[in-house]
């Protein structure tokens, strides 16, 4: 017994390491897979296939093994967190991602953590303004501006100021989110409230596809085999297989360790989009992102003792 107690307290070294590979490089290629796919389905109609898919498969596993369904309430904050992590974040990612590189868009993305810092400082005001938060959120500032900015010469052409924007709106709109995860009634299951959000950003995203009147322009029949198992990627992979890796290491590892992946994922997505999909490296590209880094990397790691105490964020997807 004490053997088997202590098996379940330490895992083995191969499965911590498997996992953190899943969310360092499987989240990371994601953005590669969503410019591949969004290249021929419409952005809003492939997110929602993305997580009406991987919602149904997370949702259906947790009650074949006898959870009980999400109440009424449950539901309810549910489809208010998916409005914003979903049908906001997550499709304006994908719009973005038709204008944007894939791994400029994964930078700009990086700049959640700050973002989630300010919405507790000025909504929730869990958190006190130090200088050095203030210093972290100029950084990351500074490094969008550098990204976008039509004045400063650093070679390259500065990201589309649409899909840049697009993708601040949709930090933003997952910081806030985050901060009302903490004070809305969910699942106590990790699983069953990630499948329950997916289910019902699923169902936000395809009602914005149909109004967007992205149904009437999609022919299946000529997507490519390639942009398919961009889609088939993102379910499995990216949701599926990339969410119970992060529940597992969040049960088994610190938050701090866990939470590296917003410093590594960037990167990944930059690499693979150069080696993958032509994708420029410029000084532009690694001065923003440099920047972005050091802002995500400051916030991350202030101590709890100069910001007030914060509960758990939001899973991510």
Known sequence: MTIQLLAKAHPTKWKTLSAFAVIYFVWGSTFLAIRVGVREVPPFLLAAMRF???????YGWMMARGERSPGRRQWMSSFLLALLIFAADYGLLFWAETRVPSGIAAVMMATIPAFMALSEIVILRTQKLTFRLAVALLIGIGGVAVLMSRT?????????????????????CWSVASSLARKLPLPSSKV???????LAGGVLLALTAAILGEFRDFRPWSVSA??????VYLIVAGSIIGFTAYSWLIHHESPTKVGTYAYVNPVVAVLLGYLLAGETIGARTILGSLFVLVSVAVVATTPTEETAAMPAGKDSA
């Open 192 to 198: 069953m409230r990630s499948g329950t959000q997916m």
């Open 52 to 58: 009406l898919i991987a919602g149904l498969v997370l």
């Open 226 to 231: 390639g942009a398919w198992l961009s889609l």
């Open 152 to 172: 400063v010469n650093l070679g390259g052409a500065p990201v589309d100021r649409a899909g840049a924007i697009s993708l601040i709106i949709a930090s933003v």
